[in-house]
């Protein structure tokens, strides 16, 4: 798949996330439905059977979503995911090519290799993005052991790109109009959380 064809695929996904944020009001979340992992697979850490699951929704090139996981993540995966407090489970919801391409690069890496590749996409985002795009997210992979082969074969794979806009796709359904955007057990918050205002939604919780 070219990066023509994945415009196209992405330009679709556009369009879909936007009948759903722009058309009649949504009916009520089925939390159920919401926790369905998604066809492709669930992207998740910490304890399965947790008593909050926090959702979030990012794209791998948002600025917005690099200051949250600079920050308020490090702080909410020490004292709740790896404490096994919460389930934190992350969905792709790319914005542009870039994001898409490294979706699909992560998704096509082993799984244990999906979120320190994540974390290497928000720390390294102004080097990774600037310029040649397509160059940065492959030396990213190659650090993660990825082949140039490897590399271009992923990034032709319209399989695998439509799985992730499919994931996108759901979360317009659900309310999710922008990156971040974050449900705790169901309930939908938006923009760039701190890591007070996240605690004071989980801790009632638990």
Not at 179 to 196: A, K, Q, R
Request: glycine share 6%; with cysteine; net charge negative.
């Amino acid at each position: 798949m070219t990066l023509i064809s994945r415009r196209h695929l992405l330009a679709a996904g556009s369009a879909a996330a936007g009948l759903a944020v722009l058309g009649q009001p949504a009916l009520a979340l089925d939390v159920a439905e919401l926790n369905k992992p998604p066809a492709i697979g669930e992207m998740f850490l910490g304890n399965p059977d947790a008593k909050v699951t926090v959702i979030e929704y990012a794209s791998a090139t948002c600025p917005h979503c690099a200051a949250f996981h600079a920050d308020a993540w490090k702080k909410l995966k020490a004292e709740y995911v790896d404490t096994n407090k919460v389930k934190f489970v992350f969905r792709e919801f790319p914005l542009n090519d870039a994001a898409l391409a490294a979706f699909m690069i992560a998704r096509a890496l082993p799984k244990e290799s999906y979120f320190p590749v994540i974390g290497i996409y928000f720390d390294t985002l102004q080097e990774w993005t600037k310029e040649n795009w397509v160059e940065g997210l492959f030396n990213i992979a190659k650090q993660a052991g990825m082949t140039r082969e490897k590399f271009d074969a992923t990034l032709k794979d319209e399989q695998l790109a439509r799985a992730i806009l499919a994931i996108r796709e759901d979360g317009a359904k659900f309310g999710v109009q922008g990156t971040p955007s974050f449900f705790v057990n169901g309930e939908l918050y938006t923009g760039e959380d701190t890591f007070d205002a996240m605690k004071a939604k989980i801790d009632p919780l638990l």
